[in-house]
């Protein structure tokens, strides 16, 4: 079993820059894809992005795409979303989460969720 905790979350202005953490416990992520799903309030968990298990493919939601980077240490057993130009539409609670799988956007393909960390970003 693999548990997940995310950190790096904040309130930050509108053209601002975040970093989110995702640290494993449990087993070693080195296997397993990653993703990274957000979900603001009243709305459906949305994908943001994704890493293959070493890192070689990345993938990402349009509304993201250019701004966000999604990294790995496989040493560490971190994963991280570099957030950049900051959008108040981007503000929701950030989720990590594992995958079996290559690759994927759906969220009911991934196994391990951590708990979420909050984004707030103001206009």
């Known amino acids: 079993q693999v548990q997940l905790v995310e950190s790096g979350g904040g309130l930050v202005q509108a053209g601002d820059s975040l970093r989110l953490s995702c640290v494993a416990s449990?087993?070693?992520?080195?296997?397993?894809?990653m993703g990274w799903f957000r979900q603001a309030p009243g709305k459906e968990r949305e994908f943001v992005a994704a890493?293959?298990?070493?890192?070689?493919?990345?993938r990402y939601a349009d509304s993201v795409k250019g701004r966000f980077t999604i990294s790995r240490d496989n040493v560490k057993n971190l994963v991280y979303l570099q957030m950049n130009s900051l959008k108040p539409e981007d503000t929701a609670v950030y989720y990590c989460?594992?995958?079996?799988?290559?690759?994927?956007?759906?969220?009911?393909?991934?196994?391990?969720w951590g708990q979420g960390t909050q984004v707030t970003v103001s206009s």
């Open positions: 890493i293959t298990w070493g890192g070689g493919s990345t």
């Open positions: 989460a594992s995958t079996g799988l290559v690759i994927t956007t759906e969220p009911n393909n991934y196994d391990y």
């Open positions: 449990g087993r070693t992520i080195s296997s397993y894809a």
